[in-house]
């Protein structure tokens, strides 16, 4: 299993050496997970920004809870997760290879 992860900060050109893009509407490729290290007075943005490119998920750190933009969310027809660590999920949830 692999995965491309874009860093989105419109204050930062990189991070350690990896390009940072400006918004969700500047990854050059279709966004599966925006995953969020906001706190949560921003989650209706990011929200918003992920349904305008078309994400498929809006995974919410821990901490990370707005009831309202996931509703908002899944309205759109997205999946959301809050208040979990998805590399804690990733390392729970993942099954051995056989």
Known sequence: V???VYAV???????????????LAAVPEPIDIVNVFRRSEYLQ???DDAIAVGAKVV???LGV????AAKAAVD????????RCIKVEYGR?????V
């Open 2 to 4: 692999s995965y491309k």
């Open 59 to 61: 995974w919410a750190q």
């Open 76 to 83: 759109a027809g997205l999946q959301v997760v809050m208040d």
């Open 93 to 97: 949830l993942r099954v051995a290879k």
């Open 9 to 23: 900060n419109p204050t930062v050109e990189s991070i350690d050496g990896e390009t940072c893009y400006p918004s």
């Open 45 to 47: 943005g990011v929200v």
């Open 65 to 68: 809870v707005d009831d309202w």
